[in-house]
C-alpha cells in the first residue's frame, strides 16, 4: 500500500456514519494511508483526481449488491471490498451488548483460512465479506459493551469475566486480525503479490507502576500480620514477624526494594522503559510514598539518568477528578524537572470514557490503563496505540490509547498461573502482539520481588525478557506515542 493512493469507503449517511468512519479512519491509520469515507450520492461529484485505487463498500445484505455495481461503474477502481452490514448500527445500539456477529465466525475470520469460508468473489475485482467486521471492529476497539453492562466489582473496574465474548478470544488482538485479512484481499484484488509491510521485530514497551516502596515500613508490617493473624495463618504471621523484624533493624533487604535488580537487568537487556509515578492521593490504597522522600527523588534521577521515560500513576480517586489528577501531574513534573506526557490509572480503575476526558484536560498525550486486571490480553482487540471514542456522543477523542497486555499480576494473582507456565503465556502474547504499529505493553512491578508471595515470578520476568530480546526490541510507550503522532500527520 502507498501514502499517495486514494483510497475510499462507500457507507450511509445516517446517525451511525460517525461509528463507521472511526473503524476506517483506524485502518487507514493502521495501513498509513488516507481512506476517504463519502456516500453513494456523493461521488458522482468526485473530480477525476480522486479516482480511487480501492473502495470499501459498506451496506446492508439486500443493498450491497447494487451499491458495488454503481460503484464499479462510476468510480472504476482496480479493486472494491464490500462488506456486510448487520443490525448493530440500529434501534439496540446502546441498548443491548451483543457481540455483531457469532463468536465462531469471528474468531474464525481472524485467520486467512477461516475468513476465505466468509469472503466471496463476486467478480475478478470485487469480493464480498459476509460478515460485519465494522461493526465488529467497532464493538472491541471502543469497548461497546461497557457502556450498556454492569461493573458489580469492588474497585469498580469491568473484569474480563463480566464481557460476554469469551476469555480466549482476547489472547490475541482480533481487530488487527481482521484489517489484516481485509488489506490481505485488497492487495490479492489489486495484483499485490507482496504482503504488507511487517515489522522487523516485536516491540515489548516494559513499564513499572511505582505504587509501593516498602513493605516494611511504619504500620504496614503491622497490619499484614494481624491480617494473617485474623485469618488463622499462625505460620505465616510468625513469618511476617520475623521478616519485619529483620528488615528493620537493616540485616535484611526489603523485598520491595527491588529497583537495582531491575536496572542491572534493564542495563544488560539494553531496555528503555517507562515508570509511572504517584504524585499524590490519600486513598487507603494509594502508594506509601511521596515525592518528597529521598529514596523517591534518587529514583526519579536514576530514572531520568539512564533516559527511561517518567509518566504519572494517577490516585485511586483520581478517575473523574481533573483537580486532583492536574495537580498530581504538576507535582510529579516538579519533582521529574520536566513535564510529562502520559497516564496509567493507580488499580487499572478507568471511568470510560471519563477518564480520557480528564487526562485530556490535564494536557496528557496517552493513556496506557485499559487492560483488564484480571486476565492478561487485548482487552481492545488491539496491539499498539489507536485513538479512542467516545460511543455516547459518537465522536473520537483527542488522546491516544495504548492498552496494557500484560500485568505480572494478572497472571500471578488473578488467574493463578504457576510462575513455569507464566513464561509460554507470556510469549504466546508476545507474538500474538506482531502487527504494524504493534506493540506488547508488560507491567512489571518491583513488589514482584516479594519470592513468599509471589515465588518464582521474578525469576520468570527476567527469563522471559532475556529469552525476548535477540528477537524483540524495547521501547518506551512515549515513543510508542510519538511514532502514532506521526503516522497521524500522515493519515489524518
Not at 497486555?405 to 506482531?434: C, Q
Given at each position: 500500500m502507498m501514502n499517495e493512493v486514494q483510497c475510499f469507503c462507500i457507507r450511509a449517511e445516517d446517525e451511525f456514519a460517525p461509528c463507521v468512519d472511526y473503524v476506517v479512519r483506524t485502518f487507514g491509520r493502521w495501513l498509513g494511508i488516507p481512506i476517504k469515507c463519502t456516500t453513494l450520492e456523493a461521488i458522482s461529484s468526485l473530480s477525476p483526481r480522486e479516482t480511487p485505487i480501492w473502495t470499501i463498500v459498506y451496506g446492508a445484505e439486500n443493498e450491497i449488491n447494487d451499491h458495488i455495481g454503481i460503484v464499479c461503474d462510476r468510480l472504476?477502481?482496480?479493486?472494491?471490498?464490500?462488506?456486510?452490514?448487520?443490525?448493530?448500527?440500529?434501534?439496540?445500539?446502546?441498548?443491548?451488548?451483543?457481540?455483531?456477529?457469532?463468536?465462531?465466525?469471528?474468531?474464525?475470520?481472524?485467520?486467512?483460512?477461516?475468513?476465505?469460508?466468509?469472503?466471496?468473489?463476486?467478480?475478478?475485482?470485487?469480493?464480498?465479506?459476509?460478515?460485519?467486521l465494522v461493526a465488529a471492529a467497532f464493538w472491541f476497539l471502543t469497548r461497546y459493551e461497557e457502556y450498556v453492562t454492569e461493573t458489580p466489582e469492588t474497585h469498580n473496574r469491568f473484569l474480563a469475566s463480566f464481557s460476554i465474548a469469551p476469555s480466549e478470544m482476547y489472547d490475541q488482538?482480533?481487530?488487527?486480525?481482521?484489517?489484516?485479512?481485509?488489506?490481505?484481499?485488497?492487495?490479492?484484488?489489486v495484483g499485490i503479490k507482496e504482503p504488507g509491510l511487517a515489522p522487523a521485530k516485536a516491540r515489548i514497551v516494559l513499564t513499572h507502576d511505582v505504587d509501593m516502596l516498602r513493605k516494611y515500613r511504619g504500620l504496614m508490617g503491622v497490619r499484614r500480620t494481624i491480617a494473617a493473624m485474623m485469618r488463622g495463618d499462625a505460620r505465616e504471621a510468625t513469618s511476617e514477624i520475623r521478616m519485619a523484624s529483620l528488615v528493620l533493624a537493616g540485616l535484611r533487604r526489603?523485598?520491595?526494594?527491588?529497583?537495582?535488580?531491575?536496572?542491572?537487568?534493564?542495563?544488560?537487556?539494553?531496555?528503555?522503559?517507562?515508570?509511572?509515578?504517584?504524585?499524590?492521593?490519600?486513598?487507603?490504597?494509594?502508594?506509601?510514598?511521596?515525592?518528597?522522600?529521598?529514596?523517591?527523588?534518587?529514583?526519579?534521577?536514576?530514572?531520568?539518568?539512564?533516559?527511561?521515560?517518567?509518566?504519572?500513576?494517577?490516585?485511586?480517586?483520581?478517575?473523574?477528578?481533573?483537580?486532583?489528577?492536574?495537580?498530581?501531574?504538576?507535582?510529579?513534573?516538579?519533582?521529574a524537572g520536566h513535564a510529562v506526557i502520559g497516564a496509567r490509572q493507580h488499580y487499572l480503575r478507568f471511568s470510560l470514557p471519563e477518564t480520557w476526558?480528564?487526562?485530556?484536560?490535564?494536557?496528557?498525550?496517552?493513556?496506557?490503563s485499559v487492560g483488564f486486571a484480571d486476565r492478561a490480553g487485548f482487552r481492545c482487540g488491539w496491539s499498539g496505540c489507536l485513538r479512542p471514542f467516545d460511543v455516547e456522543k459518537r465522536m473520537e477523542l483527542p488522546?491516544?490509547?495504548?492498552?496494557?497486555?500484560?500485568?505480572?499480576?494478572?497472571?500471578?494473582?488473578?488467574?493463578?498461573?504457576?510462575?513455569?507456565?507464566?513464561?509460554?503465556?507470556?510469549?504466546?502474547?508476545?507474538?500474538?502482539?506482531?502487527?504494524?504499529g504493534g506493540g506488547f505493553v508488560f507491567l512489571w512491578h518491583n513488589t514482584l520481588h516479594d519470592r513468599r508471595v509471589y515465588p518464582g515470578y521474578w525469576d520468570t520476568v527476567e527469563y522471559f525478557l532475556?529469552?525476548?530480546?535477540?528477537?524483540?526490541?524495547f521501547v518506551t510507550a512515549g515513543r510508542m506515542c510519538e511514532e502514532f503522532e506521526l503516522r497521524l500527520v500522515t493519515t489524518g
Open positions: 472504476k477502481p482496480v479493486a472494491t471490498v464490500g462488506i456486510h452490514r448487520s443490525s448493530f448500527f440500529g434501534p439496540s445500539f446502546l441498548v443491548s451488548p451483543d457481540l455483531p456477529e457469532t463468536v465462531e465466525s469471528l474468531q474464525s475470520a481472524t485467520a486467512a483460512e477461516g475468513f476465505i469460508k466468509y469472503c466471496d468473489r463476486l467478480r475478478p475485482k470485487v469480493a464480498l465479506v459476509k460478515l460485519d488482538p482480533v481487530v488487527n486480525r481482521w484489517f489484516e485479512q481485509i488489506e490481505r484481499t485488497i492487495n490479492e484484488l526489603d523485598p520491595y526494594d527491588s529497583f537495582d535488580d531491575m536496572f542491572s537487568l534493564k542495563e544488560r537487556l539494553g531496555a528503555p522503559s517507562t515508570f509511572f509515578f504517584m504524585g499524590g492521593g490519600d486513598a487507603p490504597l494509594d502508594g506509601d510514598y511521596s515525592l518528597d522522600d529521598q529514596a523517591v527523588r534518587e529514583l526519579l534521577m536514576r530514572v531520568v539518568s539512564v533516559g527511561d521515560e517518567v509518566a504519572l500513576h494517577p490516585s485511586y480517586d483520581s478517575p473523574r477528578s481533573s483537580d486532583k489528577m492536574l495537580a498530581e501531574m504538576h507535582a510529579l513534573e516538579k519533582a476526558y480528564v487526562q485530556g484536560q490535564c494536557g496528557l498525550r496517552y493513556d496506557s488522546i491516544i490509547e495504548l492498552p496494557l497486555i500484560a500485568m505480572d499480576i494478572s497472571l500471578a494473582v488473578y488467574e493463578k498461573i504457576p510462575a513455569e507456565r507464566a513464561v509460554e503465556r507470556l510469549a504466546r502474547l508476545l507474538d500474538a502482539s506482531e502487527t504494524r532475556f529469552a525476548s530480546a535477540g528477537t524483540a526490541e
